[in-house]
C-alpha cells in the first residue's frame, strides 16, 4: 500500500523516549514514512537512527548543532513527499493503532485543515488560553468526544495536515524564534483560510514537559528569560491575529454557562 502521510520529527537527545516513541508507532496501521531531523543530539541518538530497526521508510538528516526548533521542523516537512503530514513529539506514545487514520479521516473531512490529539477551546483578547477549555486525548480520561471536537487551537504534541495547506501557509513562521508559538500561530493560519482545526479521540500518553516554566524554579534565570520569550511569542501572535481575537469555538450554551458563573459567582 502506498503511503498518503509521513510523520515529522525533530529528535534531540532524550534517545529513551524517541525510543519508546519509535516503539509505539510499529503498531500503528495506517502505512506512513517518516522524516527525522537530528537537531544537534550529544547523546547515542544519530548512532541509534544509522542502524534504524523498524520497517517504515526512514528520511533522516542532522544539523551540526542545537538550532531553532520551528526552522528544523520546516526543513524536514519540506522533504516529506506525501499528500499529508503528521508533526509528533518524539516524548509521546500511541495506545490506538488506528491513531493516524483517525487524523487523516479528519481531515479529509471537508472544512476540517488541522487536527491532533490535545488542544484549547478559548483565547483571551490577550492571545492566553484559557484552561479549562481544554479537550486531550490522554490516555487515563481522555476528554474529548469522539470521532472528533473542534478547538480554536491543536497543541504541536501531534499535528496533521495535508500538506498543500501546509505550503499554502509557507510552513511555520520562523519570527518567533527557537520553538514556542508554532501551534497557535499553525492553528490560527488555517482559520484564516476557513479551515477548521479539531482533536481527535485517540488516547495517548506524553510524557513531555521538561520545557515548561514551572519545572524551571531552581534555575530563575531560565524561568525568567522562558517567560521573556513566551510573552513576545504572545505579541507577536497578537500583532498577527488579533483581528480574530477572543476566540470561543464553544456552543452558546457552554459561553452563557461561563459568562452566569464569571458574573455571579456559580449562579
Not at 510499529?26 to 523498524?54: C, H, K, M, Q
Not at 527557537?178 to 500561530?185: A, I, T, V
Amino acid at each position: 500500500m502506498t503511503e498518503r502521510v509521513t510523520v515529522v520529527m525533530s529528535v534531540y537527545n532524550e534517545l529513551a523516549l524517541t525510543r519508546a516513541c519509535m516503539d509505539s508507532l510499529a503498531r500503528t496501521t495506517e502505512p506512513f514514512r517518516l522524516v527525522v531531523i537530528d537537531n544537534g543530539s550529544t547523546d547515542d541518538t544519530p548512532a541509534w537512527f544509522e542502524r534504524f530497526p523498524y520497517p517504515y521508510p526512514l528520511r533522516f538528516e542532522r544539523n551540526a548543532a542545537n538550532q531553532s526548533v520551528i526552522a528544523t521542523l520546516n526543513r524536514a516537512w519540506r522533504l516529506a513527499e506525501t499528500d499529508a503530514l503528521c508533526f509528533l513529539h518524539n516524548d509521546t506514545e500511541m495506545l490506538d493503532p488506528a491513531w493516524l487514520t483517525r487524523l487523516l479521516e479528519a481531515v479529509a473531512t471537508p472544512n476540517i485543515g488541522l487536527a491532533g490529539l490535545y488542544g484549547i477551546k478559548r483565547l483571551r483578547g490577550n492571545g492566553r488560553y484559557v484552561g479549562r477549555t481544554i479537550v486531550h486525548s490522554l490516555a487515563g480520561g481522555p476528554t474529548v468526544r469522539a470521532p472528533w471536537e473542534e478547538v480554536a487551537v491543536v497543541d504541536s504534541v501531534v499535528m496533521c495536515l495535508p500538506r498543500a495547506l501546509m505550503t499554502s501557509i509557507g510552513g511555520f513562521d520562523e519570527g518567533y524564534g527557537f520553538y514556542h508559538g508554532l501551534d497557535r500561530d499553525l492553528s490560527f493560519a488555517v482559520r484564516e483560510r476557513g479551515q477548521r482545526c479539531v482533536v481527535v479521540r485517540a488516547p495517548f500518553i506524553h510524557r513531555g514537559g521538561a520545557t515548561r516554566t514551572r519545572e524551571f524554579g531552581e534555575v530563575p534565570a531560565r524561568a525568567r528569560a522562558d517567560l521573556a520569550l513566551r510573552r513576545a511569542v504572545l505579541e507577536r501572535f497578537v500583532g498577527k491575529y488579533g483581528h480574530r481575537l477572543p476566540c470561543d469555538v464553544r456552543p452558546v450554551g457552554a459561553r452563557a454557562r461561563d459568562w452566569v458563573r464569571d458574573t455571579f459567582g456559580g449562579w
